[in-house]
């Protein structure tokens, strides 16, 4: 049976994917390129619904307690840091999504700020990746039992099982189309 950790660094590839389409469709905006409002909505939709409500909420709903169990701090340690830039990351989301839609509605402004939301939300997701892939999970490797972890990825079954309308399948071809779409 596949591990936790390796679930999620999966997870965290197929997001990498995405931020190298969300990159360069700001390089593309920035250049003055046509970008269709369906490829936007499209980006939107991948990180709103399979980075962060089926990838950080399984991290924060299943992996996060778990460790906290094992003797890991919240407060003041990494799972309240980590938590925090959900938080973060979140907000920039919201951010972005409104950003979109003054865009569709013809809002000058609304280029720009799409492009600065989006980058700082890509460095800022990218740099939590690289935390979680390089300490994170090699802790919760360390500290969680064969059970723990057992338990774990049952929650993570069930979770891709009650994903919703489309698959979770569907949003990693997404990504691997939204990179190959719009990555430089």
């Known amino acids: 049976m596949s591990r936790p950790t390796h679930t999620l660094k999966h997870e965290h590839r197929i997001i990498e ?18 970008i269709p409002i369906e490829a936007l909505n499209q980006m939107l939709d991948f990180v709103q619904i399979y980075a962060d409500r089926f990838h ?55 280029k720009q700020r799409i492009i600065d939301i989006a980058r700082n939300y890509s460095r800022h997701l990218l740099s939590h990746i690289r935390r979680e892939d390089a300490i994170l999970f090699m802790l919760a490797e360390e500290i969680l039992d064969e059970p723990a972890k ?35």
């Open 17 to 34: 994917q995405a931020l190298r389409a969300l990159d360069g469709i700001c390089t593309r905006l920035e250049l003055g390129e046509q």
């Open 150 to 184: 057992t338990s774990i990825n049952y929650a993570f079954a069930k979770a891709e099982n009650n994903f919703g309308d489309k698959s979770v399948d569907h949003y990693e071809q997404m990504a691997a189309e939204l990179e190959k779409a719009w990555s430089v």
């Open 56 to 110: 950080h909420e399984k991290e924060e709903l299943h992996l996060f307690p778990a460790l906290q169990e094992s003797g890991m701090q919240v407060e003041g340690g990494p799972l309240g840091f980590l938590k925090q830039e959900h938080h973060t990351e979140r907000q920039l989301l919201i951010d972005l999504g409104v950003a979109v839609t003054d865009f569709r509605h013809g809002n000058e402004t609304a």
